[in-house]
């Protein structure tokens, strides 16, 4: 069977779907430790709470996600924080993702599951370390 042109570029789109989500990430993480970006309703926390540990797991997470480093590791922990995270934030608000604030959350753990499969890609670190 022949593969189409697009298809050529499933593995470079693969990587740019990982940096993109990982982008998104580190802003909610540093949002949550710095206050950067500004938003009204996140101030930056430094006290030793599920909000700071969350922070400080998307900012450090998201930023290996980014580079592509240890991905599959990483990954998975990123997409179990992202279900503890649905699981006590979003869900005591309502069965459904959409009603509770909770659809990015789902999103990502599944996405973070997916990427401990799949891997990195080939635009990655672990790519140049000859683990993707």
Partial sequence: MKSSGLSRLTP???SVL?????????????????????????LPVFALTMMSAAGVIETIG????????????????????????YVTQ??????W???NGGDLAVLLSFLWLFFCAAGAGPISLDALRGRR
Avoid: E
């Fill in 12 to 14: 470079y789109l693969l």
């Fill in 18 to 42: 990982r940096v993109a989500a990982a982008f998104v990430y580190v802003a909610h993480g540093t949002q949550k430790m710095f206050g950067v970006p500004g938003h009204p309703f996140h």
């Fill in 62 to 85: 998201g930023v290996c996600m980014l580079l592509g480093l240890f991905t599959r590791p990483v990954a998975f922990i990123l997409s179990g924080q992202m279900a503890v995270a």
């Fill in 90 to 95: 979003h869900a005591p608000h309502g069965s």
């Fill in 97 to 99: 993702p959409i009603n």
